[in-house]
């Protein structure tokens, strides 16, 4: 029998779900401002910007050449480095419409794929949050602040999830034809699914055969929309080996790295059929890469596939370093606890932030490292502050204080789910990784939406147990890194904070836009 870890007397292994609907409300509430961020802009907007001139040369050149070849679109080669369902969607629904199915009509129907996104991140906060709730009432010690705030967590589901929306990679794809929000709604539900086999959901065959389906239908669509995010296929493992079917809920409450060999050969199994989920997402992927001659179409396999970019991870962590300032009202007490318990995984991790950042080339380069934080980098090599010519000073900064950060979000998380929190951050980097390219707009969503998500841990301390170390105050790191007054409101200002930088660049960026003539600009006064 598998052990039931973290229980105490007179509890089950089976909690009773609070019947409040905070969840459904989140998921509204970020339904309604995606739409009310992006629809405007629809129709309001400029034709002008590195979104728009994307739209312009690549994707509705796409759509429009999809829908002149139905019912048999020719995907051998077009202009998309993506895989075609996106624009297989887009196409679609411009054969029903018909003619009357202008630019403005198709942008309008790609937002959809941004307001389900975010909906979708409001809902996955919601539930994680209960989850952590549901931890505590499980954990005698943590029992007494189970319910604290309970009534605000649908607002608080909002306010971590503030920053995805207001990114400029966000909220672009949002208003232009883009194919990255529908990949990453995709994703999403990927991730919720993996996240729902811990949660206990596919215990029973009947839920067990719905969970499958699921997952397969899932991976297989998001794969067909953005190629990269095959990487979902760990997600699915790690949630199915951490707890097989039929084996109770509380199993995933043992933090232990041991606790992973118990009972493996069933672990394996599981993992096993999760992996046959997987086979519908890998056959698509194989027969594009067949018919593209690489995992990409033919005219981007020159400027996508080039090989690796070691470069990425060292930008991935400085991107994550930046924005776990923002959250570090839920990260200090969980950086404490590891501190004051294994102190050398902290120090580890600095050690690999450096080797991140000093191993791989990390100087400004178009375009393999370039945009974003990579702009900084090149003005600080303009000023002659540079490495041996080779490294970046301000990556050798950022990223192992990014490894410490993220030391932080997988302690945060408790019991056997953060080996699904560690899956999905290096599942992704390593993604990413693959590209030639390390884009800022291809990491930052994804690790906004990582915070979002799991920063839900956070928000009851008695539920990430900060208590344990913070009763008592002395000299010791661990024990001065608890959530005092100034913490716990920096999880309310650190965010909203956050998101109004990050807005702050997108209408900066937009208004910088609107004063040059771009490519789109010019496509627009001679494409209906």
């Known amino acids: ?305 080039a090989g690796v970019n070691a470069a990425t991870p060292a930008l991935s962590m400085s991107l994550l370093a930046i924005y776990s300032f923002f959250f570090a009202g839920f990260l200090l007490s969980a950086l404490g606890r590891v501190w004051h318990e294994h102190r050398w995984i902290v120090l580890c991790a600095v050690v690999l932030g450096v080797l991140m950042a000093v191993i791989p080339e990390t100087t400004y380069k178009h375009e393999p490292r370039a945009s974003g934080l990579w702009n900084l980098v090149r003005a600080m090599e303009v000023r002659g502050v540079v490495l041996l010519g080779r490294t970046s000073p301000l990556l050798v900064v950022l990223a192992p204080i990014g490894c410490v950060a993220l030391v932080a979000w997988v302690a945060m998380v408790r019991g056997a789910r953060r080996w699904l929190v560690l899956a999905a951050f290096v599942g992704f980097i390593l993604a990413q990784t693959a590209n030639s390219n390390a884009w800022q707009r291809y990491l930052e969503p994804g690790l906004l939406m990582f915070a979002a998500i799991w920063s839900a841990w956070g928000w009851n301390p008695h539920a990430a147990g900060h208590h344990r170390h913070t009763r008592h105050r002395d000299r010791r790191l661990g024990n001065r890194l608890d959530p005092t007054f100034p913490a716990l409101a920096w999880r309310w200002i650190g965010p909203a904070a956050l998101a109004f930088i990050l807005a702050g660049v997108t209408a900066l960026d937009q208004r910088n836009a609107s004063r040059v003539a771009t490519y789109a600009e010019r496509a627009a006064r001679t494409t209906p």
């Not at 232009?176 to 086999?197: F, I, S």
Request: hydrophobic share 55%; proline share 5%; charged share 15%.
């Open 1 to 305: 029998m598998p052990p039931t870890v973290g229980t105490s007397p007179g509890h089950t292994s089976t909690v009773a779900r609070s019947t409040d609907r905070s969840g459904a409300w989140a998921a509204c509430v970020m339904a309604v401002l995606a739409a009310a961020a992006v629809w405007p802009g629809i129709f309001l907007l400029r034709y002008a910007g590195r979104a728009a001139d994307d739209q312009a040369r690549f994707h509705e050149r796409a759509v429009r050449a999809f829908s002149a070849q139905w019912p048999a679109p020719d995907l051998h080669d077009y202009a998309s480095a993506t895989s075609p369902g996106y624009h297989l969607a887009l196409a679609a629904i411009d054969r029903v419409i018909g003619p009357e199915a202008g630019r403005t009509t198709l942008q309008f129907a790609g937002s959809m794929f941004t307001v389900a996104l975010a909906a979708l991140l409001a809902w996955l906060a919601r539930r994680e949050l209960r989850e952590s709730r549901d931890f505590a009432r499980h954990d005698r010690a943590l029992h007494a602040g189970a319910h604290a705030g309970e009534r605000l967590d649908g607002l608080r589901s909002v306010v971590v999830c503030l920053p995805v929306l207001a990114s400029i990679y966000v909220w672009s794809s949002g208003v232009w034809m883009l194919p990255d929000n529908a990949g990453w709604l995709g994703m999403l539900a990927v991730l919720g699914l993996a996240l729902a086999r811990v949660n206990g959901w596919a215990t029973t065959p009947q839920r067990l055969l719905i969970w499958w389906a699921g997952a397969a239908s899932a991976l297989a669509l998001v794969v067909f929309t953005r190629q990269s995010h095959v990487w979902g296929a760990g997600l699915l493992l790690t949630g199915a080996y951490l707890l097989p079917a039929g084996w109770p809920k509380l199993i995933v409450r043992d933090e232990s790295a041991a606790s992973l060999v118990f009972g493996v050969l069933r672990r394996l199994l599981a993992a096993l059929m999760a992996l046959s989920a997987c086979l519908p997402a890998v056959l698509i992927l194989a027969y594009l890469a067949n018919h593209w001659g690489g995992l990409v179409p033919p005219s981007f396999q020159a400027q996508h596939a």
